[in-house]
């Protein structure tokens, strides 16, 4: 999956969007890739009048869009490689993590947009998936289960129910079959003419019999 790609004009596709440990760097990753991330086409238009908050928790770890690196989060779970597919701009860069969840394990993409997330290679999206059938290895290590439960906005996760995403939420920007898409398009202060910097935040879920089975999130900022 690549990153999530907000422009200023539309939503062209949302999503095409962690002891010591040896890190590998993309550019010396071995032939075999960890499965990459999924990606939804779901365009809509942003909400600017309701900001999302959104993130992610591990254990008492949080992790920043935009602010915590790949790097970091790999030092911190001493496991886990880099990988990388696509190139240029449209380039992505992930850790691929096994999830121990209630109904059998998860998998968790976190990630980093080769342009987006610069040169430090800064987280700017994660992606849950539940119903994974492969067992954890190399390439999607078993998450620390002292870095679970994992949350991304007001505690929102895999298996979480339709009435807590819509409590916490309020009505989606878009619903599209089983998707429910929140998006919002705001303002920060910077150095960014005429009134500052744009900032994009996404959130879009699948929801199947009433709780969530796949979860997207993510922000960006620019000029």
């Known amino acids: 999956m690549g990153r999530i790609y907000v422009s200023k004009v539309a939503i062209a596709s949302l999503l095409v969007?962690?002891?010591?440990?040896?890190i590998v760097l993309p550019a010396?990753?071995?032939?075999?890739h960890a499965p990459p991330p999924p990606t939804p086409n779901l365009p809509g238009k942003p909400d600017r009048r309701k900001d999302l908050d959104i993130g992610l928790q591990m254990g008492e770890f949080r992790l920043h869009f935009e602010r915590t690196t790949l790097a970091h989060v790999q030092r911190l779970l001493g496991s886990g490689r880099i990988d990388t597919q696509g190139e240029a701009g449209e380039a992505i860069l992930w850790l691929c993590y096994t999830v121990q969840g209630e109904k059998g394990d998860e998998r968790l993409w976190i990630i980093s947009g080769s342009e987006m997330g610069g040169s430090d290679h800064s987280v700017t999206s994660i992606v849950g998936e539940s119903n994974v059938r492969d067992t954890p290895g190399e390439l999607c290590p078993m998450l620390p289960t002292a870095m679970s439960p994992i949350a991304s906005g007001n505690g929102i996760w895999i298996g979480s129910s339709l009435q807590t995403v819509l409590k916490a939420f309020g009505s989606p920007t878009r619903k599209d079959g089983a998707w429910y898409v929140y998006l919002y398009e705001g303002k920060v202060p910077g150095r960014c003419q005429p009134s500052g910097f744009d900032r994009d935040k996404?959130?879009?879920?699948r929801v199947i019999e009433g709780r969530i089975v796949e979860i997207?999130?993510?922000q960006t900022t620019t000029c």
């Open 17 to 22: 969007g962690l002891g010591l440990f040896n």
């Open 202 to 205: 996404w959130l879009a879920m």
């Open 216 to 218: 997207h999130a993510g």
């Open 28 to 32: 010396y990753a071995e032939s075999v």
